[in-house]
Every structure is written in structure tokens, then in C-alpha cells.
């Protein structure tokens, strides 16, 4: 069984991390808005912009119900970002994928997020392999599914 840790330099980190991602949700927040998205909408492209993905497995990534990945997927199709398309290997499955102007918008918005960007720029490449394997240690699976 852990133990909570209360001591002063815990409670600065949880503190450092709190901030960090509250500063990273704004900035998407705001990108995603110049590009008339909400931030649940610019996470879907951002996803299908690397690959076309079951919609089910869209929402486990997002920690939502399949429902509420349906409207945000009838949302981008009806401005070109998306497309669904029978799975190749079980045709009664659909998967959604970014089109061309998806792939681009999805490009132009991770362009437009310097906030985590521009401080890591300034850490040395072992530091920030050391702060990934931190971070994937924290979350205790090696990062898969996050």
C-alpha cells in the first residue's frame, strides 16, 4: 500500500504540475478556438491526424462516452476535418479519419502551441528524456493510453 505524501517538495511538484496543466488546457483552449473548435474537437482531429481510429477507442483515450465522441465526429465532418470509413478488418466497424484539411488544421494547431514547447526547447535532450521517463513512470504503465 503507498503512502500519501504530504512533505513540502511533493506538495511543490503536485503544485508545478497543477500549473503546467491548467497553462497547457488555456493555450489549447484559446488555439482551438482561433480555429472555431472546441478543445474536445481539436483533441479528436489531433488524434486522427496520426491515424484513423475506431470511435470506441477514441473515447477510451479521452475518458468519455462513444456518444459524446459521435457528436464531436458529426461536428468535424461537417466542416471537411473528418470522414468515417468502413475498418478494413471488420467492415460493421466504422473508423473516423482526418482528411487532408484536417491533417493541416490539426498541423497549424499544434504549430500554434508554443506555451510547452518553447520552455522544453530550453532543456538539454537528456533533460528532457529524464523528464519523459519521470512523467511515463508517474503515470505507471509507460504512458500507454495517455
Do not use: W
Amino acid at each position: 500500500m503507498a503512502t500519501t505524501r504530504t512533505d513540502p517538495l511533493t506538495l511543490e511538484v503536485v503544485d508545478l504540475i497543477g500549473t503546467v496543466v491548467a497553462r497547457y488546457h488555456d493555450e489549447y483552449e484559446e488555439a482551438a478556438a482561433r480555429y472555431h473548435l472546441t478543445g474536445a474537437q481539436a483533441r479528436v482531429l489531433g488524434l486522427l491526424s496520426m491515424e484513423p481510429t475506431a470511435m470506441r477507442r477514441i473515447a477510451r483515450k479521452l475518458k468519455c462516452e462513444p456518444s459524446n465522441v459521435t457528436g464531436i465526429i458529426d461536428r468535424l465532418e461537417a466542416r471537411g476535418l473528418v470522414e468515417r470509413r468502413p475498418d478494413p478488418a471488420d467492415r460493421r466497424v466504422k473508423i473516423a479519419a482526418a482528411t487532408e484539411e484536417g491533417r493541416r488544421t490539426a498541423r497549424e494547431l499544434r504549430d500554434a502551441l508554443h506555451f510547452a514547447r518553447e520552455p522544453l526547447a530550453e532543456l538539454s535532450a537528456e533533460e528532457r528524456g529524464t523528464l519523459r521517463d519521470l512523467l511515463k513512470r508517474m503515470l505507471g504503465d509507460g504512458g500507454a493510453g495517455a
